[in-house]
């Protein structure tokens, strides 16, 4: 008689008319006890095939959440909170401003503002900053509009605080020698930005160090004219901000370096036996590079 090899995603199995003589994964516990198990009819086959295979894939979709998911979610959150910040504190200043033009060119910062618009009326205001008012002289109803929304604005600042203090713990437990080398929030960026922590452990410290940065280098490899990116994401960590101009790109690569040795040290470890003092020696190291 006639054999067929039928494959899928999950194995690979072997036929003789309509019963199956091999396989080479295990599907039911009986099969497991007899590797020679032969289904007597190959719809019925392909019934429990079905059935087994809708099983694993609720069990692989369930596993399949883990820390790196959390962190990747929190820091697009993140993202959209600024977003919205900014967005409605720019609406805050032109709505305010029809009534207390003058302080928009005082604060630049939109969470400062809006607390004074909470806290201040015009008067207090006047006399805070020493001007006379050109703005209109609104209804009580209408500021109390204005104040709704600044209200709004100090609720979206504190949920971004509660999100970066529950990122920090997420970071703290998944991989504590990466938060030593880059801080919390800059790797949880960089993890969001590779997918997961073993797709950045996976990464050269170079690609590290220009993770975030992809729009400038496609650039400058069209156009060799404009200059090629030296830092991405790893451009706010405080060791490269505070560092010269000039000196810019010899600080992101020494931290990019540290930061590749400090996550494969956190996603290769032995489980449960993080070696949590590796990231502290990295960063003496990368201070003493950079003197």
Not at 196 to 207: G, K
Request: charged share 30%.
């Amino acid at each position: 008689m006639q054999k067929r090899q039928y494959t899928n995603i999950i194995g690979t199995f072997l036929f003789k008319e309509d019963k199956m003589i091999a396989r080479d994964i295990k599907t039911t516990k009986k099969m497991d006890e007899d590797p020679d198990f032969i289904f007597p009819k190959l719809p019925e086959f392909q019934k429990q095939f079905y059935e087994l295979n809708m099983k694993q894939t609720a069990k692989d979709i369930i596993n399949s959440v883990k820390t790196d998911n959390l962190i990747s979610q929190s820091v697009n959150n993140i993202d959209e909170l600024n977003r919205t910040i900014n967005l409605l504190g720019k609406r805050l200043r032109e709505w305010f401003g029809l009534y207390f033009p003058e302080l928009n060119s005082q604060i630049n910062d939109n969470e400062i503002y809006a607390k004074l618009v909470l806290d201040k009326n015009k008067e207090q205001l006047s006399k805070k900053y020493g001007v006379k008012s050109v703005g209109a002289d609104l209804d009580k109803a209408d500021v109390t509009q204005i104040k709704v929304l600044a209200t709004e604005i100090t609720l979206l600042v504190k949920l971004r605080e509660k999100q970066k203090l529950y990122i920090e713990k997420l970071m703290a437990k998944l991989c504590p020698n990466t938060t030593e080398v880059a801080t919390a929030q800059i790797g949880a960026e960089l993890i969001a930005h590779a997918g997961s922590l073993e797709n950045l452990a996976e990464m050269t410290s170079s690609t590290i160090q220009l993770l975030g940065a992809e729009k400038a280098l496609f650039r400058h490899l069209k156009n060799k004219r404009s200059s090629c990116p030296k830092h991405g994401i790893i451009i706010n960590h405080p060791i490269v901000a505070s560092s010269r101009q000039k000196d810019h790109g010899k600080a992101a690569r020494h931290l990019a370096s540290a930061i590749s040795m400090a996550a494969k040290v956190d996603y290769f470890h032995e489980k449960g036996k993080p070696n949590k003092d590796y990231g502290k020696k990295l960063m003496a190291k990368v201070k003493k590079q950079l003197k």
